[in-house]
T-cell receptor, first 110, second 113 residues
Framework: RKEVEQDPGPFNVPEGATVAFNCTYSNSASQSFFWYRQDCRKEPKLLMSVYSSGNEDGRFTAQLNRASQYISLLIRDSKLSDSATYLCVVKESSGDKLTFGTGTRLAVRP | NAGVTQTPKFQVLKTGQSMTLQCAQDMNHEYMSWYRQDPGMGLRLIHYSVGAGITDQGEVPNGYNVSRSTTEDFPLRLLSAAPSQTSVYFC????????????FGPGTRLTVL
């Protein structure tokens, strides 16, 4: 089983739609969780951290479910510019190493 | 600040050749790392460094060497290139006080024939 698993997609949605991605992780000792965004042929960039109580940043909402070991990302009112691959990232309790999921591709159409 | 820079952007090698991928950062970050990204595999950690003079192996270190003689530079050396090393290579850096945010370079696309 992969340490971090994501549905690769692609998710094809119209502008204005709400879309949600889930990500599961295998190590129950994992401490920190993030969503990174990667545009085609570009480097990954931090989108947002995921906090235990859930957190929101504009149209983006991230949630963590420790009992079921998954995190989610909700995007409301999708824009064309949201088209990208979204990477789920998990950090263990010790050290600075990050474990990346393979990513979920989102395509927003006009 | 230029952030994290990588050179070259593209490289084609023949099997058995050696080369060095350059990475530099101007943010005075202690932590630097090298990843490779392959389709369906996600980013995998090759080597990392928590400071000048200190390096350690990641998940897939075989066939690669690194050194960290300065805080700014973290080159990745391919000793004898193999087709299995065809990939996109990303260098990243972060501050030890904010290790959650890794800043990535633009990547090097390497093809080994």
């Amino acid at each position: 089983r992969k340490e971090v698993e994501q549905d690769p997609g692609p998710f094809n949605v119209p502008e204005g739609a709400t879309v949600a991605f889930n990500c599961t992780y295998s190590n129950s000792a994992s401490q920190s969780f993030f969503w990174y965004r990667q545009d085609c042929r570009k480097e990954p960039k931090l989108l947002m951290s995921v906090y235990s109580s859930g957190n929101e940043d504009g149209r983006f909402t991230a949630q963590l479910n420790r009992a079921s070991q998954y995190i989610s990302l909700l995007i409301r009112d999708s824009k064309l510019s949201d088209s990208a691959t979204y990477l789920c990232v998990v950090k263990e309790s010790s050290g600075d190493k990050l474990t990346f999921g393979t990513g979920t591709r989102l395509a927003v159409r006009p | 600040n230029a952030g994290v820079t990588q050179t070259p952007k593209f490289q084609v090698l023949k099997t058995g050749q050696s080369m060095t991928l350059q990475c530099a950062q101007d943010m005075n970050h202690e932590y630097m790392s090298w990843y490779r990204q392959d389709p369906g595999m996600g980013l995998r950690l090759i080597h990392y460094s928590v400071g000048a003079g200190i390096t350690d192996q990641g998940e897939v270190p075989n066939g690669y060497n690194v050194s960290r003689s300065t805080t700014e530079d973290f080159p990745l050396r391919l000793l004898s290139a193999a087709p299995s090393q065809t990939s996109v290579y990303f260098c990243a850096s972060s501050s030890m006080t904010s290790a959650n945010t890794q800043y990535f370079g633009p990547g090097t696309r390497l093809t080994v024939l």
